[in-house]
């Protein structure tokens, strides 16, 4: 007689409650890379958590993460539903889209522009902003953190819609804002996971918040999606168009098939990611690299050493240095390991039953990369909590050690579309700043030098919290500099 053959057990995990599983020990989203690493150390790289009847698997290991969101990319490449993004207007993104036919559809829309030999199409655009950036900081030092998120957006911005940034008030930098508040409100467990019969609840309902919230805040994020592709129409019509990802993809759909309503919201949604991927997670990077330079006062100088070595002080470095300075690289790399943006990736769903190490990951389980925790990994990185972008020179000057690609920017089906060009923005913007600026430690009013503690707060993404720090120019010929570069930049803007 043929026995059927017993289903392997699900990758192991802290004891659980009954029926409720592991919901009252689930970490926060400040501390659960942390935790999940140290409970990796005793249940091992893969591990499972039941929360109300979903399973979590948690890869810890870049071999785990690689073996089944890589090479099993077909099995993984659905994502989990996000009720509270969902309803709030952002159902149709492509980040949060389940796999299909039109995930695909908007993939494809937007990886051809940002595909490596394309994304250097908009380097024009990270040299003049990276300019308005120096000049911004230099003029208003305590302002900086805004100048860089400044700095991201406009350059999502241009690229998207064609729209310039032109100054602090601008409509499109507080539409930015908006949208990461909202990101920001609506981060936080609510009813709507356990089931979506919730939303009909009356918003007076004890726990029922997101009644409210939903009704409130989704025609803002719909009407911040469609506007500015309505302002690229009208320009068109008007002849005064400039080049960009709207403008383009509205031009080549009429030319083909003529342009559909459903065309055009399906613009709209890719354009939208374009800013809602790149303007935040660039703005978190160079903010870190910003805390970094800080308390590796080493590092910094030796970057410096560099830049000057090779391009002088008679010029602000571009893109045509990048290869001759193998240093800013392994800055721009350690950065990204060190602290990546988003510290448990984003979670991939299984789409059917699968067996790994002899262990069961059941079809619709929530797949939960431990990015962090992997670019902390002892046994790939020697001495992964200090920062040390030496250990990305190849031997014998440095540990040839190997840049974390997955972790800090995803697998498979669902790997960053924008990591080219998420490179050029953080890579230009570090080498300018170094280039230009002592980062040093604060003095307070007494004359006192002010220690940082550089602590992050993460709402999906991780932004290095407010820390006090002094940016000066490193010499009135760098000043200088900076000050033409950004005229230049003004006398185009008013061309
Ligand atoms: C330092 C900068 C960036 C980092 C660290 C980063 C990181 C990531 C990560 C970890 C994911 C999830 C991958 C996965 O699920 O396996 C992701 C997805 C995504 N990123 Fe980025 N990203 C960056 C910049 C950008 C830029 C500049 C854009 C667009 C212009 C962008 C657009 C997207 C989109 C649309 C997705 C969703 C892809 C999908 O679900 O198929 N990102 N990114």
């Known amino acids: 007689v043929r026995r059927r053959r017993a289903r392997p057990p699900y990758p192991p995990g802290p004891p659980a409650d009954p029926l409720i599983g592991h919901i009252r020990i689930m970490p926060s989203t400040d501390n659960a890379h942390e935790v999940f690493h140290d409970w990796a150390q005793q249940y091992g790289d893969v591990m499972s958590l039941d929360v109300l009847g979903t399973r979590y698997v948690i890869l810890n290991s870049a071999e785990a993460a690689t073996d089944l969101l890589e090479k099993r990319n077909s099995k993984y490449?659905?994502?989990?539903?996000?009720?509270?993004?969902?309803?709030?207007?952002?159902?149709?993104?492509?980040?949060?889209?389940?796999y299909?036919?039109?995930?695909?559809?908007?993939?494809?829309?937007?990886q051809l522009p940002l595909e490596k030999e394309r994304v250097t199409d908009f380097r024009h655009i990270e040299e003049q902003e990276t300019c308005v950036m120096l000049y911004n900081i230099m003029s208003d030092p305590d302002n900086t953190d805004a100048f860089v998120h400044r700095y991201t957006t406009a350059v999502t911005m241009e690229l998207a819609y064609g729209h310039r940034v032109v100054s602090n008030d601008d409509e499109y930098l507080?539409?930015?804002?908006?949208?990461?508040?909202?990101?920001?409100?609506?981060?936080?467990?609510?009813?709507?996971?356990?089931?979506?019969?919730?939303?009909?609840?009356?918003?007076?309902?004890?726990?029922?918040?997101?009644?409210?919230?939903?009704?409130?805040?989704?025609?803002?994020?719909?009407?911040?999606?469609?506007?500015?592709?309505s302002v690229v129409q009208q320009e068109l019509m008007a002849g005064t168009a400039k080049p960009s990802f709207v403008s383009q993809q509205l031009e080549d759909l009429s030319r083909e098939n003529g342009l559909s309503q459903e065309d055009l919201y399906t613009v709209s949604m890719v354009a939208h990611q374009i800013f809602g991927g790149g303007s935040e997670t660039g703005w978190h990077t160079i903010m870190t690299f910003i805390a970094c330079m800080l308390t590796n006062p080493d590092v910094q100088r030796k970057g410096e050493e560099e830049l000057d070595s090779v391009v002088g002080r008679g010029r602000l470095p571009d893109f045509t240095d990048r290869d001759s300075l193998p240093y800013i690289d392994?800055?721009?790399?350690?950065?990204?390991?060190?602290?990546?943006?988003?510290?448990?990736?984003v979670p991939?769903?299984?789409?059917?039953?699968?067996e790994y190490r002899g262990m069961h990951i059941p079809k619709g389980a929530t797949?939960?990369?431990?990015?962090?925790?992997?670019?902390?990994?002892?046994?790939?990185?020697?001495?992964?909590?200090?920062?040390?972008?030496?250990?990305?020179?190849?031997?014998?000057?440095?540990?040839g050690e190997v840049f974390p690609q997955g972790a800090v920017f995803g697998w498979g089906r669902r790997l960053c579309p924008g990591r080219y060009l998420a490179d050029d923005v953080v890579w230009l913007a570090i080498a300018r700043i170094l280039a230009v600026f002592d980062i040093q430690k604060a003095v307070d009013a007494d004359g006192n030098v002010v220690e940082p503690h550089i602590e992050f707060t993460t709402v999906l993404t991780s932004h290095p919290k407010p820390f006090p720090?002094?940016?000066?120019?490193?010499?009135?010929?760098?000043?200088?500099?900076?000050?033409?570069?950004y005229d230049m930049h003004m006398a185009n803007v008013a061309v």
């Open 77 to 98: 490449a659905d994502r989990p539903t996000f009720p509270m993004y969902e309803r709030v207007g952002w159902k149709d993104t492509l980040v949060f889209l389940p």
């Open 100 to 110: 299909g036919p039109y995930f695909r559809k908007q993939r494809k829309m937007l």
């Open 174 to 229: 507080k539409a930015a804002d908006m949208v990461i508040d909202v990101l920001r409100s609506v981060t936080r467990p609510s009813l709507l996971d356990v089931s979506p019969i919730f939303e009909y609840l009356p918003a007076w309902f004890p726990g029922a918040w997101f009644v409210k919230c939903i009704k409130e805040i989704k025609p803002v994020v719909l009407r911040e999606i469609q506007h500015p592709v």
């Open 330 to 345: 392994c800055i721009v790399k350690e950065t990204m390991r060190w602290q990546p943006v988003v510290p448990l990736s």
């Open 348 to 354: 991939h769903k299984a789409m059917e039953d699968d």
């Open 367 to 399: 797949i939960i990369p431990n990015a962090r925790g992997i670019t902390w990994d002892e046994r790939h990185f020697h001495e992964p909590r200090t920062y040390k972008p030496e250990r990305f020179l190849p031997r014998p000057q440095g540990a």
């Open 469 to 485: 720090c002094s940016l000066r120019p490193r010499s009135e010929k760098a000043a200088e500099l900076v000050r033409q570069a």
